[in-house]
């Protein structure tokens, strides 16, 4: 790891930066929409215990689902990174995920598109939204921490 940067295109950090914010965006936009649906916010509607302890089993389920999926998946992108020579930056985005993520996510898109075209209830799919919202927030610590990681080393280099 001694360079950070590709030839002629994003460096690590970028790419990382480019990940984590994706991850971190659309898990907020998930998990507060879920919020929305499940608990009927911001009239705060069902804050009763089935609504709470229902809330709390997809929040549990998210951070499984982020500790066990997601944290794999984003360790292998962290690790693609540095292998990226592709110097057009959209092209890099797209090798940087990879195959199996952008399937990852398109099955994931096609199953909440395919929720709402199948009339699924705004409560159920607000659990499921709360779910996949906390396990993407989750997960995107991973990139956080890595772009981290790679600053400092920039910085102690400079030093």
């Known amino acids: ?20 914010s994706i991850w971190t965006l659309v898990g907020i936009g998930l998990f507060t929409m ?29 951070l499984l689902k982020g500790k066990i999926i997601l944290d794999r998946t984003a360790n292998r ?3 693609r990174v540095d292998t990226l020579q592709e110097p057009n930056p959209f092209k890099s985005i797209f090798q940087m995920f990879g ?33 996949v919202g906390t396990a993407l927030m989750w997960s995107c610590r991973r990139y956080w921490v890595a772009s981290g990681q790679d600053a400092a080393i920039s910085g102690a280099k400079e030093s």
């Open 34 to 62: 879920g919020l929305v649906f499940w608990f009927h916010l911001p009239y705060l509607g069902f804050l009763d215990t089935k609504h709470l302890g229902w809330g709390a089993a997809a929040l549990s389920i998210g």
């Open 99 to 131: 195959a199996k993520t952008i399937a990852l996510i398109l099955a994931m898109m096609g199953i909440g598109v395919g929720l709402r075209l199948a009339g699924v209830s705004f409560e159920i799919r607000g659990l499921i939204y709360i779910a």
């Open 1 to 20: 790891m001694e360079s950070t940067e590709t030839t002629g295109g994003l460096t690590r950090r970028q790419h990382l930066w480019i990940a984590a």
């Open 77 to 79: 992108v962290i690790d």
